[in-house]
């Protein structure tokens, strides 16, 4: 009689791969990049005032910060796989609201689509900190970015034509990826990520663990060069679009230079390439800078609006640079006891630089015409370059051990 064996790979899951994360980020990008574009029309149209619509997105702003710092407090409670669960069930709601159509609904479906983005967010950063070895971070950033680049390049100008033609249809495609991407995270079967984040250093409740961040400066400065970096593609996203119809280039250059940017994603491999060819301390502070003085140069040169438009696009080049890996030092400082806290620290920085960025542009905005909102992005971009020259220089980089040959050379 022949004895029945289970197979492998059913009694033991196999290890999530880098490009399983790739690909799985890679459906998030089509959950939200076909609404990026397609969310502030909705809006508008539902709402029927600008001022209305930036206040909500405010106040949507605010709910996704506090969201985003309970969520390590909601783990305790609820496993980690149903909080991701969690997220993406709300990404459907939010769509199914929006397709209903109300001032109400929408206004519902945006706080839904912002909330359930900040909490895959966190959990998403948890699991790469459980299953990716710190050398292997800077691989699947890229990896990440090159499955997101489809999303991300088609999805903001597909969004709005598909618009047009009916309006549900970004909503359907968008509720559609979040199942798949639901589907895929199962498949993955990451369960609760490793036992160490149920370590007796959990915090207490969701504000404890903030002093342990503000007492670590790696975490500090990796969290800055998160926000000053999203800082810059809100000033290319929001400011550039107006910058252009102010200077009569058009209501639809924004979208088309979004998504022209947004391509340049599948280079990722290429830039992952020129950045191990450098310390990561000299590839942060190359983008940083290139940027900075591209954001600069685009203030200088705002009254020649082509010229300026062109500045602001290299910039955005720079700032697929520093998407690759600007988020590296945070995630490289990060204790393995405090993975799903920091990774709900991290996860704010969209929050707090689209609070912000429009608290100061509006400031600046005050005494000098939109290119001082350039300027003034270009002064934060050299700030992060400055906090850039205390990192280690060889952060990120695999340790060698030394040869018995080298050992007696040195003798």
């Not at 029945?4 to 196999?14: D, G, T, Y």
């Not at 709005?160 to 309006?167: N, Q, R």
């Amino acid at each position: 009689m022949h004895e029945r064996r289970i197979p492998e790979w059913v009694r033991h899951a196999p290890a999530p791969s880098v490009r399983d994360f790739g690909i799985l980020a890679g459906f998030e990008a089509i959950v939200r990049g076909i609404l990026i574009s397609v969310f502030p029309l909705v809006m508008y149209r539902a709402l029927g005032d600008a001022s209305s619509v930036s206040f909500v997105y405010f106040l949507v702003g605010i709910v996704s910060l506090i969201a985003g710092l309970m969520v390590p407090f909601i783990i305790r409670y609820v496993p980690r796989r149903w909080a991701y669960t969690i997220g993406c069930v709300l990404f459907v709601l939010g769509a199914v609201l929006a397709i209903e159509g109300s001032p109400s609904a929408v206004v519902a479906a945006l706080a839904l689509n912002t909330v359930a983005t900040v909490v895959t967010f966190v959990c998403f950063n948890a699991y790469v900190l459980d299953y990716i070895n710190k050398i292997e971070l800077g691989r699947c950033e890229t990896s990440r970015m090159f499955y997101s680049a489809l999303g991300w390049a088609g999805g903001p100008m597909a969004g709005v034509l598909l618009m047009e033609v009916w309006a549900p249809a970004p909503f359907v495609i968008s509720a559609v990826a979040a199942v798949a991407m639901l589907i895929l995270f199962w498949s993955m079967r990451l369960g609760d990520g490793k036992l160490i984040t149920k370590a007796r250093g959990t915090a207490r409740n969701p504000l404890a663990f903030l002093p342990r961040f503000f007492s670590q400066s790696r975490l500090v400065a990796g969290y800055l060069f998160a926000m000053i970096r999203s800082c810059g593609w809100w000033i290319y996203v929001v400011y550039l679009p107006i910058f252009a119809i102010q200077n009569g280039l058009g209501e639809q250059l924004g979208g088309i230079l979004l998504s022209t940017t947004n391509a340049m994603l599948f280079g990722a491999p290429l830039i992952l390439r020129w950045v191990q060819g450098r310390s990561l301390r000299t590839a942060v502070r190359a983008g940083f800078a290139a940027c900075g003085i591209c954001f600069i140069i685009a203030a200088a040169l705002a009254g020649w609006p082509v010229a300026s438009v062109v500045a602001l696009v290299l910039g955005s080049v720079w700032l697929i640079v520093l998407d690759i890996c600007a988020g590296l030092p945070f995630l490289m400082a990060v204790k393995p006891s405090e993975r799903t806290e920091m990774s709900a620290i991290y996860s704010s920085y969209r929050d707090v630089s689209g609070i912000l960025t429009p608290g100061v542009a509006s400031l600046v905005l005050l005494v000098t015409p939109i290119a001082g909102v350039f300027a003034a992005g270009g002064l934060a971009l050299f700030g992060a370059w400055a906090v850039a020259a205390q990192m280690h220089p060889r952060l990120g980089r695999p340790k060698v051990p030394l040869q018995p040959g080298v050992l007696a050379q040195a003798a």
